[in-house]
């Protein structure tokens, strides 16, 4: 397989339908987001953090790319049938949701906003939620346009939920400081 099919040479792409679109399309941009996103897990996963952190990062990465595949794939205007492409699952969701309950057991309760930073692994960490919410928010326009199912905007919400948890627990972890936010009110 060529890396190259100098098919978007012209600042066009296909998506899963054949349908081709400009490569700033709002379907090419939500999942392009991801696909950024999945990088910083990456990157996150490379650091010394737990095995069971790093597992669970893999398997999200993979959720990732499913969601990607759901986002490339719009019903087609012709047949109104979907090419078949594996989907996010309420299980998928519940795994989050598990995960986020687990570490929270471990962490005092949250009374102020909290500054990202500490350790560069929390950072990493903090830079993923963030690109995760700017990845909720292209879906959910895209979601305005033309409807997504709405497992992929619970999944990404989830998702950046679990990743302020985590920076949180790593911060715990790696003994790092958790500094507030405290307004100056005058």
């Not at 339908?17 to 379907?27: I, M, S």
């Not at 995960?99 to 309760?109: A, E, G, V």
Request: hydrophobic content about 35%; proline content about 5%; some cysteine.
């Amino acid at each position: 397989m060529k890396i190259y099919t100098k098919t978007g040479d012209q600042g066009m792409t296909s998506l899963f339908n054949g349908k081709r679109v400009p490569k700033h399309h709002q379907r090419i941009e939500a999942y392009g987001t991801l696909d950024e996103l999945n990088a910083y897990l990456g990157l996150l996963r490379d650091q010394n953090i737990a095995h069971e952190y790093k597992e669970f990062l893999v398997t999200t990465q993979k959720n990732l790319f499913v969601v990607g595949a759901q986002l490339a794939n719009p019903k087609s205007q012709e047949t109104d049938q979907t090419r078949k492409t594996p989907k996010i699952q309420p299980q998928d969701i519940a795994a989050l949701e598990t995960s986020i309950d687990q570490m929270n057991t471990d962490l005092p309760p949250m009374t102020h906003f909290i500054l990202p930073g500490g350790h560069t692994t929390v950072s990493y960490c903090h830079l993923a939620r963030t690109v995760s919410r700017r990845g909720e928010r292209l879906a959910t326009l895209l979601n305005d346009m033309e409807p997504i199912d709405p497992l992929v905007i619970q999944y990404l919400n989830r998702l950046s939920d679990y990743l302020f948890v985590l920076a949180r627990k790593l911060t715990q972890d790696l003994g790092a400081e958790e500094i507030k936010w405290l307004p100056e009110v005058e």
